[in-house]
Structures are given as C-alpha cells and as structure tokens.
C-alpha cells in the first residue's frame, strides 16, 4: 500500500511528459528547446522521479543495503588512532563554492565531517576543521557543535580552535592548511571534497607528521594523487556514497539508489547501443535527437 | 645482518626528502644553465599547427592571442607564446593581444622582456596592441567577438584605440585570420569556441598545460579549433620549426633529468624493498 | 638608490624561497610568508568582489542611471540579499542569511542540472557506443577496451544494487559478471591514474623552471640572500626543537 | 510562523528557482519568451556574482575575528603573524577603495580597483609570487610522493608503475633515445584507457548533481542552511 503511493507521484510525473509529449507532438507543437538533446530531459526526469520514489520507500522503513567502502570504515580507525597518540584529528573539505556543480562534492564532505565529528566525541579528540568557503562556517561550527554535543562532551567544543577560515584563495589556503596540519601535529587527515592542484600539498604535509590520511574527491583529476599517496581513498562516486552513509539520513541514502539506477541505465544503454550497431541501427541518433517540428 | 642494516641506512638516505628535494632541484636548473642538447623527435599535432600557418596565414594577416595564465605555468605557455608569435611575425602578420584575466597582464609584461628579440623592429600600435586586462569574463568574450572597440576604450597603456593604426582596421572576430589561445585555464577554450567560434566561424588555435590537454581534446576533435600546442614538449618542437631556441628546448633536458631522478628513486626503493622482503621470508620472521 | 621596485623584486624573489623552505622543515620565515600571503590573499578577494560589485550595480547605475532604473532595478534584490549575509553575526535574525544562501544555491544547483544530464551523461554514453567488430584490429581492440573500462568502472560505483552471493552457495552468473566487471573497473581505473599522476610530474617541473625565471633578473642577489635567512630560520628552529 | 520565515520560505525560494530554470531550458514555448529567458538567465547570473561578493567581504570579516581571536588566545608566539595578517588584509581594502574612490572622482587615470598602484604591488609582489611558489612547490611533494607510492606491494600497483614509466618515457625526450616506441604508447594510454578510465567518474559526478538537486527540491538537503532547529 505504501510502496503504491510512494509511486504516485513519479507515475503522475511520467504520464504528464508523456501525455505532454504525445500532444505536442500529434499537433507539430515547438515543445521544447531545439537544442538540446530530447534525451537529457527524459533522463533528468527519469532520475529524479526514481531517487524520489527510493525516498518515499525509505520513509516508510525499507532500508537499503550498502557496499561496503573500506575507506568509511577506516574513518573510525583513523579518529581513534589520533586520540591513542593524542593528537587532534584533521578534516577539511576544500574551497569549491556551494553554487556551482562543485556543491554535491562540497556536501558530501559536509557529511562525512558530521560522521568524523560524532566518532570525536566518541573518543574525546580534538577537531581541527579548515575550509575555504565563506558560506559554510556557520553550517561547520553548528556540525561539529551537535558531534560533541550528542556524545555529551560540550567542554571540547571551541568554534575559534576547532572551525578555521582560512581564504578563499586557493593556494593562499592551501599554504595555510599545510601549515596548520604540521603545526598541530596531526594524528589523522581526513580529506573529501572538492580538490583542485592543492590535495597533493595536503597528502604530503599530512605524511611529514605521520598521520594516517583518509582522502576523497570526485575531481578526475585529482583522484590519483589520493589513491597512490593516502592511507585510504574514496574513489570518484564513493565520496557521495560516504556522504550519505555518514550523514546517518535513511532518506539521504536511498537517494543515493536512485544514482545507482542512473548508472545501470547507462550500462544499458551502452550495451544496447553496441548491440544495435550489429544490426546497423543507431542509438547515438536517437540519443542526439532534439525534438525539432518542421 | 649488516647487510639488512646496511639497506634500512640506505632506505632512510633515500627516504628523507631534503636529499631528494635538492637532488631535484639541481636536476631541473643546472640543465637549463647547460642544455645537454638531447635531440627531440616532433611530433605530428605540432608540425600541423606550423603548416596550418604557413599555409593559410599571408603578409599583413589579422591575429589575435589571448594571454591567460599565470606566472606558475609561464614555464609551460610562455615559449609556446615566443615561438608562435616569433613565427606570425616572420608570416608578416600583425597582433592583437589580451587578457581575460588580470594576471595575463602580468605575464604579458613578462613576455615583452623575455621576448625582446621577437619583438625587434616591430612597432607598438602598427604591428601589435595589447588591450590589457578585459573584465567580464565568457560575456566580454562574447562582447569582444562584436567589437572591441564597444568592449573597451583604452589599451593596456592607456592609449585610446583609435588612435592606434592596426585597431583602427580591426574590430570584431571576423577582422582575424586566426585567434590563438594561450592559456593555463580550461574555462577560457570553452568561451572562445562558444562566442568566437560557433557564431562567427574563426579559426582557432589551442596553446595549453599539458595537465589540462585531456580536457580541451574534444573541441580539437571536433575540428572546432585548427590544433593545439601541450606544455613544453610542443614549444621545444616549435622553436625547433621556427628556428629560435629558447627555454622550451632547454626545458626538456631540465624535464628528462628531472623525470630520470625521480625513476631512479622509484626503482632504487622498489630494489631495496624487495630486497629485504626476499630475505625476511627466508629468514622467517622479522 | 633603494626604490620601490627593488624592494619589490626582493621581497618576489624572498617570498619564494621562504615558502619553498617549507618543503624541508616549518620555519619562522615561512610563517611570515604565509601570513603575509593569507593577508593579501583576503584582501584580494575582498577587492575582487568589490570590483565586480561596481561593475555589475555600481558603475551603471553611477554612469547611465536613466537605463539603469529601467532595465536594471531587480540588481537591488541580490543587493539587499547580501547585505542579509551579515545576519548571520546576530543570534536572534542569523535565518536572515539563509535568503541569500537559498538564492545562491538555487541558482548553482538550476544551472547545473541542465548542463550535466547533456555533457556528463548523454554525451559520455554516446562516446561509448562504439563499434566492437570491424575490419581494423587495432581499433577495435581499442573500442572493446574501452567500452569494458567505461562498464566496468560503472559497475565498480554500483552501492546499493549489485548481485549477492549468500553463504556457502554457488555464485550465480550474474554475479560472476558482476565480479569481472568490478574487477576490469578498478584495473582500468588503476591504469587511469598511474598514467594521469605521471603525466602530471612534466606540469609541476614546468612551474618550477617558471619560478627559476623569476630569478634570471638583475636583482638575483636578493634571492640568495633570502634564501641564506631560510637556511638560518631553519637550522635555528631544528635547535630549538632540541 | 517563525519557523515558516526561517525555514519554509527559504526552501520554497530554493525548489521554485531550481523548476523555473530547469524548466525554462528543456521546454521552448515561443521565440519571445526563449528570448526573455536568456535575459533573466543572465541577470540570474549577475545576481550570484552579486551575492557571492557579499559573501567574500563577509568571509573577510571572518578572517579578521579568527586573527583576533588567536591573537587573545595563542599570545606572543602568534600575535606579530597575525599583525601581519590584519595590517596586510586591512591595506589591501583601504588601497581598493582608494581605487575604487578614484576610478569616479578622476576617470582621465585609467586608475581602478584592482589597478590601484599601492594595491599592484602588493599583488605583485607578495600574492603573485607566493601563489606561484606554493603552486609550484608541488614539484617537490609529486617526487616525494611517487618515491613512495610506487612501491610494488601488489599486482595492482606493478600495473600502475608500469603506466607511470611508460608515461614517463613518453613524455621526456631521453625516452626516445632509449626507445622510439615510448612516445606513441604513451599517446595510446592517454587516449585509450586514461579516457576509458574517467569516463565513469564523469558520469557518476553528474549523477550525483542531479540527485543533489533532488534533494534540494523535496527538501531533504538542509545542510547549506547553517544552524539546524
């Protein structure tokens, strides 16, 4: 019964395209841009109605399996290391603004940071979080607040030592985190975001204080530096995956299956593009089509 | 066992950066003090973008080179600059320079200094203008592809454009026979391609990072833009084209030694790694 | 005979070694460069946004107010939004702020989802269907590579849905696809990054000779000398460290 | 009511700019209205620039406080830095309104913001060099970096050092001397399976956008709005 009204509204969008797109079409109507391939927009309709039908699902208590991600488990590792040897614990999550296709990076760091704030006031250690968005210090004061404040350890919250502002200049950022993870000696780094030419800076002065370093970004081209220099890497994708499993939202998770459904989609249609090529037919065509009348 | 102490001493030689890091800085500036004259092979893109030049660009053709990177990567885009306009000059072509950005301003000044002997002879407003920083990024891009005389008023120096004689005959992008862009940026090739290129037809040519190559790849591709130079490698060929060589081939016996050091630190700790790793295990535990 | 150029070319050429020096050990001088670099670098975003505010609202509302007030009014919206930033200081109206943000984040996230179904997706699937047969060998085993690649990195990132094998049983087909997918996924990936981290040595050796440019100027003597205080700032922090 | 103020309007703002611009992409109604559209797309545009400057000069304000408050905490160990800091941010902005004030009071001096000569040469010669040096110090951290990473522990790190070397030699010149052939199987890794390597990132990294904005749209992402209630 829930599942049927959790499908309500996706089924309601889908026929509405549909019955737009049938009408349109049957009376040579300029219903959408020229432009713009026809696909892109079932797609883009097609992905959003099926993260929100998971959504829904998850509401009502179906929960989701997940891979496991060595690298999120190691995060409980690394915080507990630091404290051993008691040192503070650092994370930060780069300076890729919250209005540009950088934010789901952005804030998938904002997850795991909520998660590595917790597992902090599980374990009693100090957090240094550096960032190099304005936007975002009232959101990292306030998630680092709520990780000691749940564990019940408000005395080690102090938003001038564990929330640092450093620029919103790259590399002026990046000279003074590097700084920072020396000065403070460190026990764990705990890198994911959005990363630009500075997350080697950050690998390397995490290595000259021996921390144990958990890195992670979706940015091609910074994804090798991570994965051959840190201890444990989130690789592309896993970062939102992390973000989500940490963010501890069962909401937030299953919107994460609705990712996986887009990848399948590609698979098949990678695969059935291929297949049709034997036949002579051509899926790229289709793909391409803009809807264009007369 | 004095021979595992021996390889744990050798280990921690290696491993300590100082040793390294000066090894490294040595390996890149004695090389371009003393260039070792290793011969380069030139490679198809880049011979391409020479004839595309010869061929097409006639004495007394309009180019415009947009300056966008910043001092870091002058290494990189600064001898792709010197050879190409070294040989627009010897087509007989004139330039219009400018940045979208306000540290091109910057490398453009240090361009003029290290390019002295490109620039001889050659007359300020006649044979080439800067127009300086333009602010407004892909819509100045796109403004500037309508008339640059509606964009800005002034030169870099302060000049009013029209009292400069090559500005008084161009104006928009259909005035140029080619627009290169040089740049350390992957946004900017986007913009031209999209204001300059698809609505107005101009031939582009690409001068980038080699990190950023990948990225720009498409549009070459797909014949949007007449070629590209990557980083250092492209400039050492093209100075070898245009016959001034410079810091591009200089820097090339800096890349090799330098590249050659860091394989020899990669093979020497893999030999003493498996070294003591055949040993414990023969040995039984550690 | 001391001017403000030379002093410029001095404190250049010292800005880059006290910084480098930080490479072998955090010194004193590399604290000064880096507050001095972290204090430009505030200034200079301020002054970035100050310069866009005066070209976007200021300069044409100074310069042609007629058009201005008549095209150009709605820019005193974003105008009062951003002054509501400063909200966020107070403890009772810090929700003020959050107008801007939602502006802010609306617009990013808006502009984005039309681009990205297009250039992140459709794009990258037609890039992949590529012929898997043909009369040149070499391109087809290019084309087959790359198809594998591209499914087997897609498998790799797949969480939540993916074939199980329960205890003890014996893996189903679907999971033995799954599995050689995974696994061509990450070697791909792992070919991917090797070649991607390699190539990126040739860049950064490319803007150390940029730096070793700043020092073929007249006043080459003032980087040695700058870099003989680094020398000296970190033997003295090494001492004191003992 | 309060907590429609504080919370639902906000949200609503969100979900209503996220349908209208997708929206008004994807569907052509008539040439006019497309033509309208581009219009407010661009003033849309503006309006981020607009608010993200409120936003740098806030975050200005933020390094300031932080200084201070090091300066009140950490003592005489920190507080000349930190001077340093305040005296240099505080310059900067006085040398920009200076500009800024010139740039209307004598437009005959070309002289604006960021061309202010005071503000030029503090750019030049402390942020220019200092941005290139960091930039560049990643020469040493990359050598560092592989000494250690291409450690061969396991198959799949002997395959990525094979990459790297053949990349290597591909790039440098004295890999042709050793062998001609490094330079085109350089070019075929870099174009085969380096592209065939990204591709799935890429897609991932858009799905993930698109997810977000779902997010954004049904309320479920309120991580962008600072102090929870």
Redesign the interface.
């Known amino acids: 019964m829930k599942t049927a009204r959790g499908l309500l509204i996706p089924v309601v969008v889908i026929a509405l395209v549909a019955i737009l797109s049938g009408v349109g079409w049957a009376l040579r109507i300029?219903?959408?841009?020229?432009k713009?391939?026809f696909?892109?927009?079932l797609?883009?309709v097609g992905?959003?109605t099926a993260?929100?039908f998971f959504?829904t699902e998850a509401r009502a208590g179906k929960s989701?399996?997940?891979?496991r991600?060595p690298a999120f488990e190691a995060v409980e590792e690394a915080v507990a290391r630091s404290v051993e040897m008691g040192r503070p614990v650092h994370m930060t999550f780069g300076f890729g603004?919250?209005?540009?296709?950088m934010?789901?990076?952005f804030?998938?760091g904002?997850?795991v940071l909520s998660h590595v704030a917790r597992l902090c006031g599980k374990y009693g250690a100090k957090l240094v979080a550096t960032l190099g968005v304005?936007?975002a210090?009232?959101?990292t004061e306030?998630?680092i607040r709520?990780g000691y404040y749940s564990a019940g350890r408000p005395e080690l919250f102090d938003p001038?030592?564990n929330v640092?502002?450093?620029?919103?200049?790259?590399?002026?950022?990046?000279?003074?985190v590097?700084?920072t993870l020396?000065?403070e000696n460190v026990g764990a780094n705990i890198v994911v975001g959005p990363f630009w030419?500075e997350s080697?800076?950050f690998?390397?002065a995490g290595?000259m204080v021996n921390a144990f370093q958990i890195a992670g970004t979706?940015?091609?081209?910074q994804?090798?530096?991570f994965?051959?220099?840190a201890d444990y890497s989130f690789?592309?994708?896993?970062i939102?995956?992390a973000g989500a499993l940490a963010s501890g939202?069962k909401?937030?998770?299953a919107?994460?299956?609705?990712?996986?459904?887009?990848?399948?989609l590609?698979?098949v249609?990678?695969?059935l593009?291929?297949l049709t090529?034997?036949a002579g037919l051509k899926?790229?065509d289709a793909?391409?089509w803009a809807?264009k009348v007369g | 066992m004095s021979e595992m102490s021996a390889l744990s001493s050798l280990e921690k030689i290696l491993g300590s950066k100082e040793l390294l890091y000066t090894l490294l800085l040595l390996s890149v500036i004695l090389p371009i003090l003393h260039p070792l004259g290793i011969p380069v092979e030139i490679s198809r893109r880049t011979i391409d973008v020479y004839e595309y030049i010869e061929t097409n660009l006639r004495p007394g053709c309009r180019v415009y080179i947009e300056v966008y990177y910043e001092v870091a990567a002058r290494g990189e885009l600064e001898p792709n600059l010197i050879a190409l306009t070294k040989h627009l000059f010897d087509r007989g072509c004139r330039i219009v320079y400018g940045s979208l950005s306000a540290f091109g301003v910057i490398a453009f000044s240090l361009f003029k200094s290290m390019a002295a002997d490109v620039l001889e002879g050659k007359e300020y407003g006649r044979d080439y203008v800067y127009l300086g920083y333009i602010a407004g990024g892909e819509a100045a891009t796109a403004s500037l592809a309508r008339s640059i005389k509606g964009t800005i008023s002034v030169d870099n120096y302060g000049n009013r454009l029209e009292d400069l004689p090559l500005m008084k005959e161009v104006d928009k992008a259909t005035d140029f026979d080619l627009v290169v862009i040089v740049s350390s940026g992957t946004d900017i090739f986007a913009y031209y391609v999209r204001q300059w290129h698809t609505p107005y037809g101009v031939p582009l040519l690409f001068a980038c990072l080699s990190v950023i190559a990948p990225s720009i790849e498409p549009f070459v591709g797909a014949k949007q833009a007449v070629g590209m130079l990557v980083g250092q490698r492209s400039a050492a060929e093209y100075e070898v084209l245009v016959g001034r060589l410079g810091l591009g081939i200089a820097s090339m016996d800096a890349q090799s030694t330098s590249h050659m050091l860091i394989v020899a630190f990669i093979v020497i700790g893999n030999a003493i790694y498996w070294r003591r790793r055949i040993s414990s295990k023969r040995g039984g535990s550690r | 005979m001391i001017s403000w150029d030379v002093l410029g070319a001095w404190l250049c050429a010292a800005m880059v070694v006290w910084i480098y020096s930080f490479a072998y050990r955090d010194n004193a001088l590399y604290k000064l460069a880096e507050h001095m670099f972290v204090g430009t670098a505030a200034g200079y975003s301020i002054a970035l946004a100050l310069d866009s505010l005066n070209r976007v609202v200021v300069s044409p509302a100074v310069r042609s107010p007629g058009t201005f007030w008549t095209t150009s009014w709605h820019y005193l919206v974003p105008v009062a939004l951003g002054i509501l930033l400063f909200a966020k200081y107070s403890r009772k109206y810090y929700w003020l702020a959050r107008y801007a943000v939602a502006v802010n984040i609306a617009v990013g996230s808006g502009l984005a989802l039309r681009t990205v179904p297009i250039a992140n997706i459709v794009r990258q699937i037609t890039a992949t269907i590529l012929p898997l047969w043909g009369s040149d060998p070499v391109k087809v085993l290019n084309n087959w590579i790359l198809v594998l690649i591209t499914l087997g990195g897609l498998t790799y990132f797949l969480f939540t849905i993916f074939p199980r094998v329960a205890e003890g049983a014996r893996p189903s087909p679907t999971y033995r696809v799954y599995r050689s997918l995974y696994y061509i996924g990450i070697y791909g990936m792992m070919v991917g990054f090797g070649a991607l981290f390699a190539n990126t040595i040739m860049t950064r050796v490319g803007f150390l000779i940029s730096i070793y440019l700043i020092y073929i100027q007249p006043e080459a003597w003032a980087a040695t000398v700058a870099a003989i205080l680094a020398a000296i700032a970190i033997i003295l922090g090494i001492l004191r460290k003992r | 009511m309060s907590l429609v103020l504080r919370k639902y309007v906000p949200q609503t703002i969100v979900s209503i700019i996220i349908v209208l611009t997708v929206v008004f992409y994807y569907f052509y109604v008539s040439k006019e209205i497309a033509g309208t559209f581009t219009t407010a797309d661009k003033a849309l545009s503006d309006w981020v620039v607009i608010i993200m400057s409120f936003a740098l000069i806030v975050g200005g304000i933020d390094i300031l406080r932080f200084h201070l408050a090091r300066i009140r905490r950490e003592g005489m160990g920190q507080a000349p830095f930190s001077t340093v800091t305040i005296a240099l941010l505080v310059l900067m902005v006085v040398f920009a309104l200076h500009g800024w004030y010139l740039s209307y009071a004598d437009p005959a001096a070309g002289i604006a913001i960021t061309t202010q000569p005071q503000f030029r040469w503090l750019y030049l010669n402390v942020y220019a060099p200092a941005d290139a040096a960091v930039y560049s110090i990643l020469v040493f951290y990359i050598a560092s970096a592989s000494y250690r990473a291409f450690r061969v522990r396991n198959p799949m790190a002997l395959l990525l050092l094979i990459t790297a070397l053949i990349v290597v030699f591909g790039n440098t010149t004295i890999g042709g001397l050793i062998w001609p052939g490094f330079l085109p199987l350089r070019d075929w890794i870099m174009t085969v399976p380096n592209t065939a390597a990204f591709r799935p990132i890429t897609i991932g990294a858009g799905l993930g956008v698109i997810i977000l904005g779902l997010r954004l749209l049904t309320w479920r992402e309120i991580s962008w709005m600072g102090r929870r209630e």
């Open positions: 300029q219903l959408y841009s020229p713009t391939p696909s892109a927009f797609i883009l992905l959003l993260g929100y959504m989701v399996p997940v891979r991600i603004t919250i209005s540009s296709s934010a789901p990076q804030i998938a904002l997850g304005p936007e210090i009232a959101t306030e998630i709520e001038t030592y640092r502002y450093l620029t919103d200049q790259q590399f002026a950022y990046a000279s003074a590097q700084a020396i000065r030419a080697l800076i690998m390397e290595n979706a940015r091609e081209t994804i090798p530096f994965v051959l220099v690789i592309g994708e896993e939102f995956a939202d909401e937030t998770l919107s994460i299956r609705g990712q996986d459904v887009g990848k399948l590609t698979i249609l990678v695969i593009g291929v090529l034997l899926l790229v793909l391409n809807w």
